[in-house]
Structures are given as C-alpha cells and as structure tokens.
C-alpha cells in the first residue's frame, strides 16, 4: 500500500448511509471490502474507511479523489448535513512505538486493520462533534429561559414549542447513547481483540468517552428545565379544567334552582 500524503482526513456526511444506495455506487466503481459496519475502498494511493453511520476516513488520499468521492456519497447518505463536519490529523508508519502527538499518530506498521482500528476512534470523534454542535445550539436556544423565570416567574411558551424542544433533545441524546453506541466499544474488535489498545489508545486522545459524559450532562441539564416548564403547564391547564369544571356545576345548580 503506497499514500498519496500523510494526511488523515475524517468527514461526517449526514445521519447514516443508505445502505442499498451505497452498496450500489461501491460494486459499480470501487474494489471494496467489507468490515461489520465498516467498507473499506483499496486504492492504489490510499485508502477510504466508510462508516454506516455516516462518516468518511481517508487515509493518504489525494485531494481531488476525497473531493470527487464526497461529492458522489452525497446521494447514498440519508439526513444529510447542510455544511459536512472535517477533522484533519497526521500518520507515520513503521514507527518504532505506537504514539499519539499533536494530532500525528504514529503506527509501528503498515496493516491496514491497524489503520482501521484507529479509524473507529477518530470516526466515533467527528460524529460526536456533530452532537456537540447540535447540544451547543441547543444550550443557547433554551439559555434565556432561567433568566426570564428568575425574573417574570413565567415564560411565554406553548405547549408544542415545548414538546417539540424535549423531542429534540430526547432524538439527540438517543442517537448518542443507542443509535450510534458511541460509549461503546465497536463490534469489530469481538473479532479482533488485539488491536482493541490502538483503539483504546486513539479514544483516550481524543476524550470520546469524557464528551460524551459532559454533552450527556448538558442534555439533561436542559431536560430537567424543559421538563419542569412542562410540569407547570400541566399543572396549569388542570387548574383551567378544574375551574371549568367548577363553573359548569355551579350554573347547572344556578338553572335547576331557577326551574
């Protein structure tokens, strides 16, 4: 295996990957091999490791390649991103020690599953940088809220907006935790567990399981709130029903008095 480079260029296109569509464009143009959730594409400069869940490492490739490759996955990727998340590290081989430093990582050998073992760790990275984004948002969206409480003791928000905003956190924190297992150690390392110190090695660098802890913090930080303003507005609209209800007695007394 030769590299055009010693660049590591890790991309988020979108959610996932249409599974059909981009098994579809692999078969009909690239020599590919299958890795669980993982396909690798063998060039003759570099190599391309493509996540179902919507990420892209390329290792050593040229720019136009990445280039002309990004732009043909954007018709196999579902929930696509409108600006594509980059990172951008390093690689040494045949290094004397494994090593991460100032975002190089230095590889002892030239095996590609090695390559790949890394790879999980900066894939799982970039796609939590998505969350992170998205939490960031989200944190500034709802940072008004305890402000205006601390200072009106109310806040004007329907009971929709409100629901809508809890949907959206509750998606967010799911995809974290479940849908994209991102606290949990890829399935490709059941089958190859001595290379589970590269990934361990690459993860730790990267703080994949601290970020996770601290975004799912903030997500829940911003749930308690959004679940104490849905407590009160509950609690308001039954006081509104038990005040109708009050009312519709009291003019039934009032008409069979006056019969």
């Not at 305890?146 to 998606?171: D, N, W």
């Not at 703080?207 to 609690?235: C, F, G, W, Y």
């Amino acid at each position: 295996m030769t590299f055009s480079n010693d660049k590591i260029d890790t991309v988020v296109l979108g959610r996932h990957f249409k599974s059909v569509n981009l098994k579809s464009l692999l078969d009909e143009k690239y020599k590919t091999v299958r890795y669980k959730e993982v396909s690798l594409i063998e060039l003759f400069e570099g190599e391309i490791w493509l996540f179902d869940y919507g990420v892209v490492i390329f290792w050593g490739v040229e720019e136009n390649m990445r280039g002309s490759l990004i732009a043909e996955l954007k018709n196999c990727v579902e929930d696509p991103l409108e600006k594509a998340e980059y990172e951008r590290y390093r690689f040494v081989l045949n290094n004397e020690e494994t090593k991460i430093h100032q975002d190089t990582i230095y590889l002892t050998g030239e095996d590609a599953l090695s390559r790949l073992a890394v790879s999980h760790a900066f894939a799982q990275s970039i796609k939590l940088a998505v969350f992170e984004e998205s939490a960031q948002m989200a944190i500034e969206d709802n940072a008004k809220i305890p402000h205006t409480l601390a200072l009106t003791g109310k806040i004007s928000i329907t009971r929709s907006e409100l629901s809508q905003k809890r949907g959206v956190l509750f998606s967010t924190k799911s995809d974290i935790l479940l849908n994209f297992n991102l606290l949990d150690t890829p399935e490709f390392f059941w089958d190859y567990p001595e290379l589970e110190s590269l990934y361990l090695l690459s993860a730790r660098y990267l703080d994949v399981i601290p970020r996770v802890n601290l975004l799912s913090k903030k997500l829940e930080t911003i749930h308690e709130l959004l679940d104490m303003l849905a407590s009160e507005q509950n609690h308001k609209h039954s006081s509104f029903l038990e005040w109708i209800i009050i009312i519709l007695i009291a003019v039934e007394i009032v008409m069979a008095f006056w019969h």
